[in-house]
């Protein structure tokens, strides 16, 4: 669904909507992931705009769904120590950049590698520590 919210504001998303992602990728980017109550927030922000220009409700609000579903595997994978090792800031600055240069299937193919791997992650952990077969 993300994939094609994003394309979709890619395709659709004007001067309004750069601007503002402009702004939330340079507020993400200043803050520090150990600072929760400031860093969520503005990580499901720049997250959400990244696909709110698609002019679509209905999927703008299953994608947010879905986003909320997934912090609980992402918080999962943070309290693990190897999880820093992960460089989700550069992660972010790949998708911002490939969105505002209009780059869709670039933009979209960075997106979805940054939503699974965090699903890659905790897999790789939990069969470290044999809860999986």
């Known amino acids: 669904?993300?994939?094609l919210a994003l394309r979709k504001s890619i395709e659709l998303g004007d001067e309004v909507w750069e601007e503002k992602l402009i702004l939330l990728h340079h507020r993400l980017s200043r803050t520090k992931m150990e600072d929760f109550d400031l860093w969520e927030p503005l990580h499901k922000a720049f997250h959400m705009c990244l696909l709110e220009a698609c002019q679509s409700p209905i999927l703008l609000s299953y994608c947010t769904n879905l986003y909320d579903q997934n912090i609980r595997y992402r918080f999962l994978a943070e309290k693990n120590s190897t999880y820093n090792s992960r460089d989700v800031r550069h992660e972010h600055d790949g998708v911002f950049n490939a969105t505002i240069n209009r780059k869709a299937d670039l933009a979209?193919?960075?997106l979805?590698?940054?939503y699974t791997d965090t699903g890659t992650f905790l897999r790789?952990?939990?069969k470290a520590v044999g809860m999986t077969s």
């Open 1 to 3: 669904m993300e994939d």
């Open 108 to 110: 979209a193919e960075l």
């Open 112 to 114: 979805i590698k940054h």
């Open 124 to 126: 790789e952990s939990f």
